[in-house]
Nanobody, 114 residues
Framework: VQLQASGGGVVQPGGSLRLSCAAT????????MGWFRRAPGKQRELVAA???????TYAGSVKDRFTISRDNAKITVYLQMNSLKPEDTAVYYC?????????WGQGTLVTVSS
């Protein structure tokens, strides 16, 4: 499984960005897809995840601001990020679970700054 993430960039506080991550290769039986992030000087943390049935979970710090969605036909996961804050600045990584094995994308940088 290869994961290609896109959509990062620089945005002002209060702005929005949409991240996308497409899975290619041996994509059968991918169950959960999600996003993690690593802020400068911090450990990587879960941002949001979604299963193949559409059930989603969010970190408390992003709930009500971020929305994860998924296109099962395209094996693509999206993260709509609204009301961005400087503390959302991080490298965002896409993740997919296949048969209990985790796969990672290359990361995309999101910078929230005025």
């Amino acid at each position: 499984v290869q994961l290609q993430a896109s959509g990062g960039g620089v945005v002002q506080p209060g702005g929005s960005l949409r991240l996308s991550c497409a899975a290619t290769g041996s994509i059968w039986r991918i169950t959960v897809m999600g996003w993690f992030r690593r802020a400068p000087g911090k450990q990587r943390e879960l941002v949001a995840a979604i299963n193949s049935g559409g059930g989603a979970t969010y970190a408390g710090s992003v709930k009500d601001r971020f929305t994860i969605s998924r296109d099962n036909a395209k094996i693509t996961v999206y993260l709509q990020m609204n009301s961005l804050k400087p503390e959302d600045t991080a490298v965002y990584y896409c993740n997919a679970i296949q048969d209990s094995t985790g796969f990672w994308g290359q990361g995309t940088l999101v910078t929230v700054s005025s």
